[in-house]
DNA sequence: TTGATATAGTCAAGATAATTGACTATCTGT
DNA sequence: ACAGATAGTCAATTATCTTGACTATATCAA
């Protein structure tokens, strides 16, 4: 018994089990590009675009490091950065079609994925650990 | 709406956020060579040693990457290793002193986070959460 | 016993992530 | 028109992680 088991490790198996599933599958399907940071990178933009600072506090990364990641998509030609008009110190980040495609995968495979531990651990399961996970991280100490 | 939230992001989130607070408590407990990555592999260092071979498995790392991370932790005097008197090809991986001080505050610390997380949940919560963590990961489908 | 193969680990080089500090350009409010 | 504040870049450094080539020891079989 290396340690007493806690719920770090427990969840660091867990997640790991999916996003290593995530990374393999989307390679799989030809996105080469894809990798574990890139997968948070790329789920936090939204449809429609938004601006490089949004995504700061959205990832929680320093604008350096995001900075580093999207000069990497920008060159894997996965999104483009434009000056906004509306304000020409800020840049507008925006998915290319092979952007779009790759999005349009992974959606596909993480509800695989879900479907494959829905499978494991039943509906009414996965849905109880989904609201625990959300619990856990959830602002406030429950009132009262 | 970035993406679906799928379970996929929850479990990063949780994740990240107890390894964030157990990172920065045992910073702030003067283990400043403590980050996440040492975290998991000095979690699994058994009690009375092991080979580094060992740790291979139970880390699911390169055999190069696992030596780097021990020859940094053995720079910060947390371990040492020493050829192993029954098969002189291997080498035995051993907490030193200021390692054992540093796993006793991880396990308080740990402990205190579970706690934590145990007063946000409720205590029957907190098992069922652990119970799914477990099962997500189980080995097999579960036989019929 | 000798040779073939497997195992345990090292060394070196390079890619990827992530940080810090110093910097430029633009906007906002006075 | 000037003083901040905000958005982003550039450069250097560290940490993490890979691959490939290598040495040393052990095991097994002829």
């Not at 000069?71 to 434009?82: A, I, N």
Request: hydrophobic share 40%.
């Amino acid at each position: 018994m290396p340690l007493f088991e806690h719920l770090g490790i427990r969840l660091h198996r867990a997640y790991e089990a999916w996003l290593h599933a995530l990374v393999e599958e989307m390679n799989a399907a030809g996105h080469d590009w894809f990798t574990q940071g890139r997968a948070t990178l790329i789920g936090h933009v939204p449809r429609d675009g938004c601006r490089q600072a949004d995504l700061l506090g959205r990832t929680g990364w320093t604008k350096q490091a995001l900075q580093q990641m999207l000069d990497g998509l920008e060159r894997q030609d996965v999104l483009q950065r434009r000056v906004d008009p509306n304000d020409k110190r800020g840049r507008l980040v925006e998915l290319t079609d092979k952007g779009w495609a790759a999005l349009a995968d992974a959606d596909r495979i993480k509800r695989d994925l879900s479907a494959r531990f829905e499978r494991k651990l039943g509906p009414e399961a996965l849905a109880q650990l989904e609201n625990l996970l959300d619990a856990m991280v959830a602002d406030a100490e429950p009132t009262q």
